[in-house]
């Protein structure tokens, strides 16, 4: 790894998820903040950082005794499976954490009993009656405002139990004005500024002392007070310390706790918004950097619950569409800081728009003319070519940019602006044309410079994603011809990271196209001849009007603009194209049967008209979600409709 930064200007980060529940398995909500964590982390490597990310398992506390009982084990039979089922959900999906925390483990209990000790000896823990309404679920009292307008849990929609008892309390309220200030002056703490605001408005009235601990007698799962073993402590209280017991216990303390940032949902926003910083300030732990807090992710724009049944699992999903792509998916369609809503379609559509079409297109297309033109070999950089220079100043512009935009946690943003600069490297490819290039023996060096210029882009775009997909990246690596060394920052910002004259090694499609079709299941009609989607003309001698027809009839006709954003050959039809058109802000996947016709490279970039509201058929397994108008010429060559003056796609045709 080539880092010129000396150890001192070295960045420094350390990132945790919430510590999980171990009362069921994981779902997308935990698979997405610990891939995101995945993922923020592995930019900050690539960028040279000295990482450490830490997950992990909450598992102390009433719910997870109940759990055990009705699985009939043992509460730590009962947590070391569920907190094994956790770990190899992490492993499969690819996550690179560097510590897995689970709160039964000697090194955590042993902190949390220091940290109690430390805020109880300096008079911080009080022991007190109190009385209030608890959700069992959330292990935690609400105040009636806080309950939905029923007095249900806003989590969970049941009716909380009123509940009194004789606890020890944290007194939290102390710290109220010391925190109301911190968060004044550090706009920054808890972002985006909507949860800052949202625990700024907590902070307005007493929030009252935290009840920490709960009789033994009743729960005795959990870690007993040091000074009072009748009681075992608040499972928030616990769990909350895991963040800094994961680090003081492996004596990274020093090294790692100046720089954590929290990452969790908006779920839990009061435990980490008002009762951890309160409990870091009487344990004079310093606070943490950040407190970086995400949206829901909805399930077809209902909540995930157990008992709606919409529980989405991660690792089917990761099965069946692939890993990579299923965590490219989570962090291209949420925007972090909003609610996102999950629909199997939009995953499918998805991947087959950017990753199907986008950047498998231009790496099949690039080795594919290398294979044909140059032996697949890397050639050099020719003579200039029309739009290669702007091609590289977009590129190398990315770095710097995907690198703020990650410190920003605009996720989403940053992988956009990558494809797109996949997208304008496609566009290239259509507008200097190779495959005219190919045929004029004078024009050898600008097509060695627009093979180059692709090569290139998808180098860097391999590295610029590898955060994203790094198994995806390292396999396209592996068919540019590269070694299987990991990337840096730096190998992003320069623009002649091939050796010359390395052999690639073409190989199958990264991303295969997804049958959508399959998922929707409603429409199977398999094409009884493959170019029943042509628009056939005949010639003009004997023209036979069809019946006629009103203005209305004819308006029902959606015609609009479209622009060939992909195109390959169907692998399964030798007449069939596969078109990806871009239509206003929707993406179509078209077969079309005018492959004797058309080069795949010579569409992309092209403008089509296209039926947009055509019913959507299945031609020889790939599912066409429109067509795209042509006529036929006398010698029987298809000719594709377009416009002698420009038109945005999606403006309709009429
Ligand atoms: N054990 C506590 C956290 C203690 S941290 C000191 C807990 N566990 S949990 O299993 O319920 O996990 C909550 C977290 O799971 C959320 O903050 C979020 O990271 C993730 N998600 C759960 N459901 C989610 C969605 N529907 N959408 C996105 N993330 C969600 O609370």
Redesign the pocket.
Known sequence: MSDDRSATDRGVLYAT?????VNAEPHI??A??TILVDVATRYRRLAGDDVYFLTGT?EHGENIQKAADAAGTSPQEYTDRVAGAFRAAWDRLGIGYDAFIRTTEERHKKVVREVLQRVYDQGDIVYGEYGGLYCVRCERYYTEKELTEDGLCPQHEIAPEYRSEANYFFRMEKYRPWLRERLETNPDLIRPAGYRSEVLSMLKEPIGDLSISRPRSRVPWGIPLPWDEDHVTYVWFD??I?YYSAVASEGLEDRYWPHVEHF??K??VKPHGVFWPTMLKAAGIPLFQHLNV?G??LVEDRK?SKSLGNVVRPLELAERYGNDAFRYFLLRDMTFGLDASFHEVGLVDRVNADLANDLGNLLNRTLGMLGKYRDGRVPPFGPDVAGAGALRDRFLDLPDRVVEQVARLQFDRAVAGTMDAVRAANKFVSESEPWSLAKDPEAAGRLDTVLRTCLEALRCASVLLDPVMPAKMAELRHQLGMPGTAPTLDDAKRWDGLAEGSATRKGDPLFPRIDRAALEAAIEVEAPAESEDEAGGAAPVAFEPKPEIDIETFAACDLRVGTVTACEAHPKADRLLVLTVQVGTETRTIVSGIRAHYDPEELVGRTVVVVANLKPVKLRGIESQGMVLSAEGPDGRLSLLSLDRAAPPGSEVR
């Open positions: 998820t919430p510590i999980f529940y909500g935990h997405y903040t909450d769990a909350l895991n969790i949902a779920d839990i995400h829901y992710w995930m």
